[in-house]
Structures are given as structure tokens and as C-alpha cells.
Nanobody, 126 residues
Framework: QVQLVESGGRLVQAGDSLRLSCAAS????????MGWFRQAPGKEREFVAA????????YYADSVKGRFTVSRDNAKNTVYLQMDSLKPEDTAVYYC???????????????????WGQGTQVTVSS
């Protein structure tokens, strides 16, 4: 069983930066593929970013490419989502997720992830 705990969400203004963290349990964190998803009110959960266990392979949604950066510190069992140039449309609950199936490449759909955190709210005011 893997537990994921997100933190860092808060109210910010458009153009601001914010870094989300996701702390994971488990002794083999470096083997977990990690993903970030978000869900805005009235919308379906959508993919934001993902990275491989080594951190060398990363994927981003087109809507965040160039503004968001996903990274990980395997020594701290933590994955990060650095969000720059935030826009009001980035407002959502952000979830981190873990895939322990050792895929060849990170999944970009929610179906590819086995474990989920409880989410952290990010609100971007205009």
C-alpha cells in the first residue's frame, strides 16, 4: 500500500508561481512512476504532468507545457510540481498519483495509476 500526501496549494494571483509537493510512503519510491492530475469544478480530471522513476522521462499536458515543471527527490520520497505564470484556468484540485506497475513510459491517463493522494486546492485569481 502506498500513501500519497499533497501539499502547497493555496490562493494566488495570476502570474504568480507555486510549488506543490507530494510525499509518498514506501521503500521503493524510485521505482514509482508519478503523475499530477487536476480537476476543476464541473470538469473531468485531467492529466497535467508525469515523470519516470529516474526523473529522466517527463510528459506534460499542452496546456501547461513551458509553465509547469515536474521533478522528484527520491531521497525524500517526494515529487514536486513547480507552477509558473499561473492563470485563472489553472484553478483546480491537484492530485498526485503513483503507478507501481513499472511501465516502460509514464502514463498520461488516470487509468494508468494505482494510488492517489487526497488533493490540494489551487486557486488563481485574475
Amino acid at each position: 500500500q502506498v500513501q500519497l500526501v499533497e501539499s502547497g496549494g493555496r490562493l494566488v494571483q495570476a502570474g504568480d508561481s507555486l510549488r506543490l509537493s507530494c510525499a509518498a510512503s514506501g521503500r521503493t519510491f524510485s521505482l514509482y512512476v508519478m503523475g499530477w492530475f487536476r480537476q476543476a469544478p464541473g470538469k473531468e480530471r485531467e492529466f497535467v504532468a508525469a515523470l519516470s522513476g529516474s526523473g529522466l522521462i517527463t510528459y506534460y499536458a499542452d496546456s501547461v507545457k513551458g509553465r509547469f515543471t515536474v521533478s522528484r527527490d527520491n531521497a525524500k520520497n517526494t515529487v514536486y510540481l513547480q507552477m509558473d505564470s499561473l492563470k485563472p484556468e489553472d484553478t483546480a484540485v491537484y492530485y498526485c498519483a503513483a503507478d507501481l506497475s513499472h511501465p516502460r513510459v509514464p502514463a498520461t491517463t488516470s487509468h494508468g495509476y494505482n494510488y492517489w493522494g487526497q488533493g490540494t486546492q489551487v486557486t488563481v485569481s485574475s
